[in-house]
């Protein structure tokens, strides 16, 4: 049984080692490596400011268009109760299109 000694009924160690390294090693080596990192930070600092400005255009695009879409309802409203057919065509083409091709089938949606 002395061969298989690490199968005992002892827990396990799980905490990594402690390590120490000198200030003698960081003093060396991180001059070498700062502008580097300095140089990849600021690229993706740069990335990201490009991925917000164009994100921020594509913000505004669609806040306008809400806009619009948010005063032609409101303007809708206010003229449903007396609007006609034929005026909610003109604005709506496509729906006059839709139901002149259910009547010309003789589909009346049942």
Request: proline residues 6%; neutral net charge.
């Amino acid at each position: 049984m002395e061969h298989f000694h690490f199968l005992t009924a002892s827990t396990p160690d799980l905490k990594p080692p402690k390590r120490h390294i000198s200030p003698k090693y960081v003093d060396t080596v991180t001059p070498q490596y700062k502008p580097k990192f300095d140089a990849l930070v600021r690229t993706d600092i740069q990335l990201l400011v490009g991925r917000i400005e164009r994100g921020r255009g594509e913000i505004l695009k669609e806040s306008e268009r809400l806009e619009k879409e948010i005063a032609e309802v409101q303007e809708l409203k206010k003229k449903i109760s007396t609007m006609t057919a034929n005026e909610y065509f003109e604005k709506h083409p496509e729906l006059k299109k839709k139901f002149d091709d259910e009547i010309r089938n003789d589909y009346w949606g049942y």
